[in-house]
């Protein structure tokens, strides 16, 4: 059985070779944005997201921490700080898993089937179980307004410049990694 470190170094650099634009943080290999689109045949098809990936000393048998830099309105998604909750990173996730699972099956998979019994976001949840059409045209508002290629440059440069405030936060803005919880907590 292979190390936990050459397991994440082969997981990032599969990841790195993949068709998702990665950016390290600070030159190392445990912290990383990536440029994440939404699933065609959703609400949220042409949305682009940034996702922040922060690996712990224990991957591959602890679970990433994730969470979007940008807005998206969807119950599983805290609006505020990004944190996701998805049960197969917060509950049971598995050393079979790798990175490229998260993008390509988990958040997928997220954003194509809401759990609206199980929200981070309260008002997302409800809007989705009383008004269908009413939910649909906010995600699309929140798409056009907060997930379009230049957004996540945005996020990114307030990141590099360590200007994004509290302010900017709850605009869209960046997140601190104290705010994104999945895989670090129960939702």
Known sequence: MSSPSKRRDMDVMKLLMSDYAVE???DGINEFNVEFHGPKESFYEGG?????VELPDAYPY???SIGFLNKIFHPNVDEMSGSVCLDVINQSWSPMFD???IFEVFLPQLLLYPNPSDPLNGDAASLMMKDKKQYEEKVKEYCERYAKKEDISKTLAEESD????????SDGGSPSSDDIVAG????
């Open 24 to 26: 390290p943080i600070n």
């Open 48 to 52: 682009v997201w940034k996702i922040r």
């Open 62 to 64: 602890k679970s990433p």
């Open 99 to 101: 990175l490229l699972n």
């Open 162 to 169: 360590g200007n994004a405030t509290d302010e900017d936060i």
């Open 184 to 187: 670090d907590a129960d939702p």
